[in-house]
């Protein structure tokens, strides 16, 4: 049999070449990861931190729930009268045009008319957020008038002050996922429910405003009541949606509005490739 003289090949050195900027590129993205892994790792022991603050144990209660003083009530009926009497009834016990108002507390007041919701020209569609028609004193009075047309009871939310100082916001994101995230959407931009109704977006909502919504659950929105939701826990829900759901930190470059990975990606693709097609037809032009 004849034997064929070795002969030296070269394709070990050209795999070699050509595995050389994979090899780079894997290596840059295992970077990348471990370096994310460190920084999400770094998370939780920053939030431990944050909610080891002796600012959180100086922080009994951090809602305290109020009236608006009584002195408030004759300017709140008058309020009430000229603006809300023709549809809720000048007892407030409700029309067929609007529902009965006693016992419904002073939050769930405040924050129908401190979101613009209220008053409501056409009842059969579902309230907006608008700019609110009353200032700051005139909403308190008519919120104070509704609540003196019943006894003080724990089903009927008083007006919630909430101090955020010592929230947790990573105890406020898994809650907001929870309970909200559902038909808020993990954004807070709202969406749309069934039967034409939807969730509003949260971007604008007070600290208060928020709370009265947890704990009074306007329009299709559950109620949370203690049972469900402490006190802190609204508050850390409440610190989060006001924090990173109102002002997000896009470390990634321009938010998008916050409409998805799968929007986004489209986005990003649209130009990125797009433009490196662009390019190229460019280039091979002037070739």
Not at 64 to 76: M, Q
Not at 141 to 150: E, G, K, P, Q, Y
Not at 152 to 181: K, Q, Y
Request: with cysteine; charged share 15%.
């Amino acid at each position: 049999m004849r034997v064929l003289p070795h002969t030296r090949t070269t394709v070990g050195p050209r795999l070699r070449a050509m595995a050389l900027p994979g090899l780079v590129v894997a290596s840059v993205a295992l970077v990348g990861l471990l370096t994310s892994g460190a920084f999400a790792g770094a998370s939780p022991h920053h939030s431990a931190a944050r909610a080891a603050d002796p600012r959180a144990a100086r922080v009994s209660d951090p809602i305290t729930y109020s009236l608006p003083p009584s002195s408030d009530v004759t300017a709140g009926q008058q309020l009430f009268e000229a603006n809300c009497s023709s549809c809720h009834g000048t007892d407030a016990y409700g029309t067929d045009r609007a529902p009965n108002l006693v016992g419904v507390g002073a939050a769930t007041v405040d924050f129908w008319v401190s979101t613009g919701r209220m008053p409501l020209a056409d009842s059969s569609i579902q309230p907006v957020r608008k700019p609110p028609r009353f200032d700051r004193q005139q909403t308190l009075s008519i919120a104070a008038f509704v609540a003196s047309l019943a006894p003080r009871s724990t089903t009927a939310p008083e007006i919630p002050n909430v101090d955020t100082a010592g929230a947790n916001l990573a105890t406020g994101n898994v809650l907001f996922v929870l309970n909200c995230a559902g038909c808020h959407t993990v954004t807070g931009a709202g969406d749309a429910l069934a039967d034409g109704y939807f969730a509003p977006s949260m971007h604008k909502a007070s600290k208060t405003q928020v709370a009265e919504a947890v704990r009074t659950g306007p329009g299709n929105m559950p109620r949370f009541g203690t049972g469900t939701l402490s006190d802190r826990q609204v508050a850390d829900i409440v610190a989060y949606v006001t924090g990173p759901i109102q002002h997000p930190d896009n470390r990634g470059g321009l938010g998008l509005g916050g409409i998805g990975p799968v929007a986004e990606g489209f986005v990003a693709l649209l130009i990125g490739v797009g433009g490196i097609m662009l390019i190229a037809f460019w280039l091979g032009e002037r070739a």
